[in-house]
């Protein structure tokens, strides 16, 4: 009696299991829409940018209006301007929706006084290069990598130029950075719509040894502890991007963009010491970089297998319907080692 009982339940118990098994391992179905920083001065994108984003549907670019850094003048005083802005070769694409995206420096801020007369000149510049290449735009991003005692500046140039006229009706969106979110009882919430999270540039670029400073999954989780409590709409974005880091003598000395493990790995100029660590064995050109015996480079650069790695762990921390990944950045050298096939491994990871 008690055997042919369990023999009809049976059944039944392993269906429920099975579909308690399915909805904790399956992720819900989530819109997953990509898109590109363009991070060069000169807006010029190549036949060959086009089909990479328009294959992977891309509507969106994050395109880099200018810098605000600081500068000295004729006197010696130093002053906030821009640098950097933007050119365009021709006016921009229609069917994109372009972002402007504005860098704020450190030393910015720092030497900031008066942030309602700084938006206005910010608010002036935007709308002259709007105008200009007859764009209109909803939504418009601030990066800037703030702390605690930046915060409060930072916080308040944001809610100046959300009353500027021309940018009152934009959606403000703000770059976040891991301590922003592991610390933000202490950094703060930016008065923003939404934040883009940089999951990149996370390890210490000047400390000599064989880390990789761009990405580091496990530096990553470690700063992730609390990122599904952010109070505010979050998006991704991830590097596809590279570089080597030069030493010498154990002392950092500098970047040498567009140095990848191609450039290095085979060169018979070069010895591997340990993991991405390679030392010159005499002086030697690489790339107009001028390179000394005995000097070390260090290659930092992420697969796209690191990439999907990514994607899953934040797929398991994010319960958004909807996410915005953003890949910085859009460049015929370096999209050419991420197809776009293995781009939409990683959207899809998400």
């Known amino acids: 009696m008690y055997a042919k009982s369990f023999l009809l339940i049976k059944p039944f118990t392993l269906l429920i299991i099975c579909l308690f098994v399915f909805a904790c391992t399956n992720k819900p179905n989530r819109i997953v829409e990509p898109s590109f920083y363009y991070w060069r001065t000169v807006f010029d994108l190549s036949e060959n940018e086009k089909q990479y984003a328009d294959s992977l549907h891309v509507r969106e670019l994050f395109v880099r209006f200018f810098d605000l850094d600081t500068a000295s003048d004729v006197h010696g005083n130093i002053q906030v301007v821009p640098v950097s802005i933007l050119r365009c070769k021709d006016s921009f694409p229609s069917n994109y929706n372009i972002v402007p995206v504005v860098y704020i420096t450190r030393s910015a801020l720092k030497f900031t006084t008066n942030t309602d007369s700084l938006a206005n000149h910010i608010n002036t510049l935007i709308e002259s290069i709007t105008l200009q290449y007859h764009l209109n735009f909803s939504e418009i991003q601030w990066d800037m990598d703030w702390t605690p005692s930046t915060k409060e500046t930072y916080f308040n140039l944001l809610k100046a130029l959300h009353q500027k006229a021309y940018l009152r009706t934009k959606k403000f969106s703000s770059t976040l950075r891991l301590h922003q979110i592991k610390y933000q009882a202490q950094t703060g919430i930016p008065p923003v719509d939404k934040v883009y999270l940089m999951c990149y540039n996370m390890g210490s670029l000047q400390q000599y040894g064989h880390q990789n400073s761009i990405f580091d999954l496990q530096l990553c ?99 958004q319907d909807s996410l915005q990944i953003l890949f910085y950045h859009l460049d015929d050298s370096l999209i050419q080692q991420y197809p776009n096939h293995e781009i939409q491994q990683v959207l899809d990871a998400f």
Request: proline share 3%; glycine share 4%.
């Open 221 to 319: 989780k470690d700063y992730m502890t609390n990122i599904s409590n952010y109070p505010l709409p979050l998006s991704i974005a991830l590097p596809i991007f590279h570089w080597s880091v030069l030493f010498r003598k154990k002392k950092f000395v500098g970047i040498l963009h567009d140095i990848s493990s191609k450039d290095i790995v085979g060169n018979s100029s070069f010895k591997q010491e340990y993991g991405n660590l390679f030392i010159a064995k005499h002086d030697t050109v690489l790339q107009n970089y001028f390179i000394k015996q005995d000097d070390e480079l260090r290659i930092e650069e992420i697969s796209s297998q690191d990439l999907k790695s990514c994607a899953i762990y934040l797929s398991k921390q994010l319960n």
